[in-house]
Nanobody
């Protein structure tokens, strides 16, 4: 069992930066691949980025070059650094953990946080 708690969301202006954190409790965090997802009002939840236990990263095309996912296994935490934010990045951001499956399938993820709101004003 893994419990995930996101933090770091807020209201920013277009072009600003924000760093989200996801603290994990439970056993064997370092064995899980982690992902960040987001869901805007009226839209489906979509993958943003993912990182394997060894630190290999992948990104959605919409955030490539602007967002960076990282993890600190000693602190049981995964991060999402978001730069050059755009109004279309406005969403609730979720972190999730998976042990198997593909990085970009929601159904691959076993554990989810409660989400943190990110709002980007123009």
């Amino acid at each position: 069992q893994v419990q995930l708690v996101e933090s770091g969301g807020g209201l920013v202006q277009a072009g600003d930066s924000l760093k989200l954190s996801c603290a994990a409790s439970g056993r064997a965090f370092s064995r899980y691949a982690m992902g960040w997802f987001r869901q805007a009002p009226g839209k489906d939840r979509e993958v943003v980025a993912a990182i394997t236990p060894s630190g290999i990263t992948v990104y959605a095309d919409s955030v490539k070059g602007r967002f960076t996912i990282s993890r600190d296994n000693d602190k049981n935490t995964v991060y999402l650094q978001m730069n050059s934010l755009k109004p279309e990045d406005t969403a609730v951001y979720y972190c999730a953990a998976r042990s198997t499956g593909s990085w970009n399938y929601i159904s691959s993820y076993d554990y989810w946080g409660q989400g943190t709101q990110v709002t980007v004003s123009s």
